[in-house]
């Protein structure tokens, strides 16, 4: 039985792509209220077209025959937050624990410094060595984290966020949890997925994104 990596790789490709491209030579700017329900009902609609789509999706053939669309949390756009960007590539490449026995290796790229229900906080970003190494995703970075939700009203193992280098802009990006969704082994078990790490773990709940089928 193959085990396929349990994060998305290409959702959004071509959408970031463009966003970053006109915004290239700019610090990086909070969407407007108007603007982020446009971006998140495309993402929305992005991420059920990928769960539908039988070479995509994460989903048991009989599951994905029945999928109407996930659960999402409310869009919450206090939830998408300007973050400080701290580059930090000293750390030694590491083993990534997953949920199976696979040691993917990745390395530290920096820290978000951001502000969220009055809370200083701050998560770090990696980035795949492997990943590095595939055409179009060179600049891919990773971001899995846990919150008190985890369990409760989204997946207990913890969610992620992708991001991308020239998203990252004069030392500033937008980080938005209404784009957090779950890993493919929240699904199947036939996928080996990262385990979030300790210095991920945020103590505010994050109640935006992709919730809990169950």
């Known amino acids: 039985m193959m085990l396929r990596s349990c994060y998305r790789l290409y959702i ?12 290239a030579q700019t610090p990086s700017k909070r969407p ?21 789509n039988p070479a995509e999706s994460p989903l048991p053939p009989a599951v994905r025959e029945k999928f109407t669309g996930l659960a999402f949390f409310p869009v919450n ?14 750390q030694a490449p590491f083993p990534m624990p997953t949920s199976t026995a696979r040691r993917p290796l990745y390395q530290k790229y920096g820290e978000l410094h951001f502000v969220l229900e009055g809370q200083a906080l701050h998560l770090t970003v990696y980035q795949s060595l ?32 992708d991001m991308r280098l020239g998203q990252i802009q004069q030392g500033q990006a937008v980080l938005d949890f209404n784009q957090a969704y779950n890993p493919f082994c929240a699904y199947s078990p036939l996928y080996s997925c990262p385990v979030p790490p300790a210095e991920n773990r945020l103590l505010v709940a994050i109640q935006a994104g992709v919730m809990s089928d169950h």
């Open 12 to 23: 959004l490709l071509i959408f970031l792509t463009t966003a970053t491209a006109a915004v």
């Open 32 to 52: 407007t209220p108007q603007e982020h329900v446009q971006a998140i009902a495309k993402f929305q609609q992005t991420l059920n077209a990928e769960y539908r």
């Open 77 to 90: 756009y206090s939830a998408c937050v300007l973050a400080r960007f701290v580059r930090d590539s000293s």
């Open 130 to 161: 492997d990943l590095k190494q595939k055409p179009g995703f060179e600049d891919y970075l990773f971001i899995p984290f846990t919150d008190p939700t985890n369990g409760h009203t989204s997946y207990g193992g913890g969610r992620y966020l």
